[in-house]
C-alpha cells in the first residue's frame, strides 16, 4: 500500500501510491453523504433552502459518485511513477510529465540540484521533434524548464516519495547506459 522503488538489474520502478487516493475515496463518501442529507433533510437554518437543496444536494450527488469512481479507478489502474529499463525513461509522476522517451532519443541524463531537491533531467537528441510530439500541457512544461536553461525533462522524485532519490534514478542510468550519464550540475543565481 506504500510506494515503493523495485530495483532490479533491468529495471528502477517507482510505484505511484495509493494513500492519498484512498484519503480521497474518504473525503467523496463524506461529501456524498451530506448531499444526500442536503437533497433529503429539512434546512431551516439554510437563507435559501432551495437553492442549498437543489446545488449542495442534487448537484454534490453525481459529483461525490463520480469524484469516488475515478479514485478507485486510479488505484484499480495503478502504473509505474518512473521506470527506467532498457529501452528508455518512463515519467508518468504528474499529468504534465513527457511520458516514454527511448535511449536512442537522449542525448543525455544528469543530477540537476537545487536548493534542497534534486532532479533527475533528460536531454532529447532532436528537441524540435520530441516537442511537436507532446500535446499542449506537456509543451508548455517543457518550454518553462528550457526557458528557465534547465533540460526539458525534469523528473522530481519527490512528487512521488521521500525515500527515493533522485540521485538514485541517475546512478541506475549510469549503470546501464553509462555514456548517456554527465556530471552533477548546479544553476548559478
Not at 532490479?8 to 475515496?25: K, Q
Not at 537528441?125 to 506537456?138: E, F, M, S, V
Request: glycine share 4%.
Amino acid at each position: 500500500m506504500r510506494v515503493e522503488a523495485r530495483v532490479t538489474d533491468e529495471s528502477f520502478t517507482v510505484n505511484n501510491g495509493v494513500v492519498i487516493h484512498l484519503l480521497l475515496i474518504f473525503m467523496g463518501v463524506c461529501i456524498l453523504v451530506a448531499a444526500i442529507l442536503a437533497a433529503t433533510q429539512s434546512l431551516p437554518y439554510a437563507p435559501n433552502p432551495a437553492l442549498m437543496k437543489y446545488t449542495t444536494g442534487y448537484l454534490g450527488v453525481p459529483f461525490a459518485i463520480l469524484f469516488v469512481a475515478y479514485n478507485v479507478h486510479r488505484i484499480v489502474n495503478r502504473r509505474n511513477a518512473i521506470l527506467i529499463d532498457e529501452k528508455g525513461v518512463t515519467d508518468h509522476t504528474t499529468s504534465f510529465s513527457a511520458g516514454f522517451i527511448a535511449w536512442e532519443d537522449i542525448q543525455e541524463v544528469y543530477l540537476l540540484r537545487l536548493h534542497n531537491d534534486d532532479y533527475m533531467c533528460v536531454v532529447p537528441t532532436d528537441i524540435d521533434g520530441w516537442y511537436a510530439a507532446l500535446n499542449k500541457r506537456q509543451q508548455r512544461l517543457a518550454k518553462a524548464n528550457m526557458d528557465a536553461d534547465f533540460a526539458p525533462i525534469r523528473i522530481q522524485f519527490k512528487k512521488v516519495t521521500e525515500k527515493v532519490k533522485s540521485k538514485e534514478g541517475v546512478a541506475f542510468c549510469k549503470k546501464i547506459r553509462p555514456k548517456k550519464v554527465t556530471h552533477v550540475r548546479k544553476p548559478r543565481y
